[in-house]
């Protein structure tokens, strides 16, 4: 691969948020509802009353942001919530009250942001119907250009066909959907430290998220969907072979997928968040440079520092970086 020329312009589309202050939980009910312990340059997130993260300010201040920005070669990054926050664990009623406050201080945010921010919103997805709804009001938001969706609710994968108004009305709006492990499959089988959920668990939950929106049909039904997958879509691209593999010498398989794996999966997008230049590599042939975009998980302490650098140190040919670091973003999110 020939020398590429310096990036000038990098969007970072894997970036999170939490709002400064979380509305009362309502009516006093028993549940696991976040609140905001603050003290100088941080807060901690509180969970049902117990810690569950220290976060920076940079989450909710938009200078703060501008100025890691400046530092890291972004050009503008997309903004959604802390996954965690999208609480499909919760009532729906109860549920919808946080997403609206969350999709509303993710507009602050990107008003805030000078035009380098994009807003991804929140939805009930425990409740398809309403999710579908809510999708509606936040595509009619100048700010946002989607949601932020998990790979499961409550165990259901996002495959199966209860989500089906959802992302039907995701389709027909044109809605920027990024997917996010959460709460993963398996960690009973972790051996060590808590933070290898996000490090080990992760990967491989969305995978099984990605292979359940090919086997339960939702991208037959839905081609037009725009899907985004973080952290390089997981354990996905070493998967992808194998079930490939499957479709062609299981007539159950083919059944339940008309078309091959691979024809399905050059329809998803995928983020470069895999921490090796090597990796990323084999996702590029695997997908297509088309397919990629930068992420980071700005602010986390996971976080890729120089994500523009990252994709620069590849040595791509011109078109191919300048396509993952911005150019393929700015055509999955524009809106309209």
């Known amino acids: 691969m020939e020398e590429a020329r310096p990036i000038a312009r990098c969007i970072d589309i894997h970036t999170h948020m939490v709002p400064a202050h979380f509305p ?13 312990r603050h003290r100088p340059g941080e807060a901690e997130v509180m969970i049902s009353g117990k810690p569950y993260r220290t976060v920076s300010d940079a989450c909710w201040a938009a200078p703060k942001r501008l100025a890691a920005m400046a530092e890291s070669g972004v050009s503008v990054q997309v ?10 664990w919760l009532p729906a009623r109860e549920a919808a009250v946080l997403c609206a406050h969350l999709n509303d201080a993710i507009a602050r945010l990107v008003a805030d942001g000078a035009g380098r921010f994009m807003g991804l919103g929140a939805v009930t997805l425990q409740d398809p119907a309403a999710a579908a709804r809510q999708l509606e ?21 996002i495959g199966d066909p209860r989500f089906e108004p959802f992302f039907a009305a995701a389709e027909a ?5 990024f997917v996010h492990p959460l709460r993963p499959a398996g960690m009973e089988r972790l051996v060590g430290p ?6 080990v668990a992760f990967p491989c939950e969305t995978s099984l998220a990605i292979a359940s929106l090919m086997t339960g049909g939702m991208l037959e039904r839905h ?7 973080s952290h390089g879509g997981g354990a996905f691209g070493l998967a992808l072979p194998r079930l490939q593999h499957g479709w062609t010498v299981l007539p159950a398989l083919r059944a339940q997928m008309p078309q091959p794996p691979t024809e399905y999966a050059r329809r998803l997008s995928f983020d470069t968040l895999v921490y090796d230049a090597c990796s990323l590599r084999f996702l590029i042939e695997q997908f297509g440079a088309d397919r990629m975009m930068v992420g980071s998980d700005f602010p986390f302490a996971i976080a890729e520092r120089e994500p523009a650098r990252f994709v620069h140190g590849l040595a791509l040919d011109e078109a191919a970086a300048q396509a993952i ?8 999110f524009a809106k309209g």
Do not use: D
């Open 24 to 36: 009362a939980r309502p009516g006093g009910a028993e549940l696991p509802w976040p609140e905001m």
């Open 79 to 88: 903004v959604s919530p802390m996954p965690e926050l999208l609480s499909y």
């Open 137 to 157: 009001t936040i595509m009619r938001v100048p700010e946002l250009r989607g949601v932020e969706i998990g790979t499961h609710a409550n165990g259901t994968a």
């Open 173 to 177: 709006l044109g809605a920027a959907i």
């Open 194 to 199: 808590p933070a290898l959920e996000q490090i």
């Open 223 to 229: 081609p037009r969907l725009k899907l985004v997958f």
């Open 325 to 332: 670091a911005w150019e393929n973003a700015e055509r999955f």
